[in-house]
Structure formats: C-alpha cells, structure tokens
C-alpha cells in the first residue's frame, strides 16, 4: 500500500511504514515465541535486530553525504528498501550457513519462515488499516493476508512437511494482492516476499547432506 500519513509520536515524526514494522515485528515475535520453543523465538528476535539495525544503518551507503552533513540523520533515514534488502541478506546468509553447519534444526528454521510470513503479513494488513486509498485494494489486501495468516496459524504443525508449498502460497497470495494495489507488480514489498519465499524453498528442496542422510536413517 503506498504511504499516504505520518504520525506524530511526541516531537518526532514517523511514517505509517514505521508503525506497521513495528506492529509486525512485535505481534510476529509474540506468534513464534507461543507456537515455538524460547530457542527459536530468540533466534527470530535476533534476526528482526539484525534486519532493523543494518536498515537503518544503511543510510550511510545509500546517503553518505547527508549523513556527513548531518549525523543525527542516523535517528530519522534509513536505506529504504536497498538498506532492508541488505539486512535480509545478512540474516539469510547467516541462516544458510548455520543450517549447512547444523547449528540450527528444521523446527527453528520452520519458526523463522513462520515469523517472516508473520512480520510481512501483519504489515500488509496495517499498512491497509493506517493508510487512504481504495477501499478494494485495501479491503482484499486485509482479506487476503488475514486469510494466510488463519490457515498457516491453523495447520503451524504440520508446517515443516509442506514448507515448500507454504512458501509457494505466501508468494502467490502476495503477488495477487500486488495486482489490485496501486503500484502492482513494481512494489518494493512484493520483491522482499518473493526473496524470502524462494530463500526457505531452496533451503528445504536441497537440505545438508549430513541431515537428509539422517532423516532418512531415522
């Protein structure tokens, strides 16, 4: 959904995409840490600091000079969606390896996909709350990640078994809510999906040899 309000939070200014990260980072961390073991949860909530730090930190790349002129631009600029897609890229290379390394098992792998479809999810639904703009795109995009949000929630344990087609479905629920916004396919949110979605299928599709040899002993 585009931006179409700011919100006065004291004397600081902060727009809707802010406030709908913040409900989503919250409410999806609250989710792991009721359906997941602490572990897990706290894996998520390192990977949300570390996704919101470089965020924000990426200014520096993306805007050196205003940075140089102005330090305290740190507190109010981020790198939009170069700086966020940075951050993602951390935390999954960082996943990558400690799954090929096994420092890290399908149930916290399944609960990190979980979150991310959670985090993206809940910030579609209050960008459409927070924001003006047609009452169909705002209303099915709601509709729409609502309805993802139920069925996963409903069927989180048999999640792991089927997380390729989980992954399928969070991208082709997002693609078609991208057609009936106002900037369609060209939307900066609908590419960090398909990112994370395409991120868990290759990871689940060629596991670890040492795992899947192990799996298959079990």
Known sequence: ?????????????????WIALIIAFILSYIAVRLKFEKQSANRFGDTIFY???IWKLSVIITDFKIVINAPFALLYFNGGIIGFILGLSFVAFRTWL???????????????????????????VMMALLNEGSLFARVGTAVVFLSL???IWKNIEQSESHIVQLSLLFMAAHVFVAVIQPKGLMNPPLLVTVLIGLFFTLLFVKEPIGQTEGGKAG
Do not use: C, E, H, Y
């Open 1 to 17: 959904m585009t931006v179409t309000k700011l919100f006065l939070i004291g004397n600081f200014t902060a727009p809707s995409t």
């Open 51 to 53: 996704v919101i730090i």
């Open 98 to 124: 400690d799954w090929q390394k096994k420092r890290i098992d399908k149930d916290m792998l399944v609960a990190l996909f979980i979150g991310a479809v959670f985090v993206q999810a809940v910030f579609q």
């Open 149 to 151: 949000l139920f069925f």
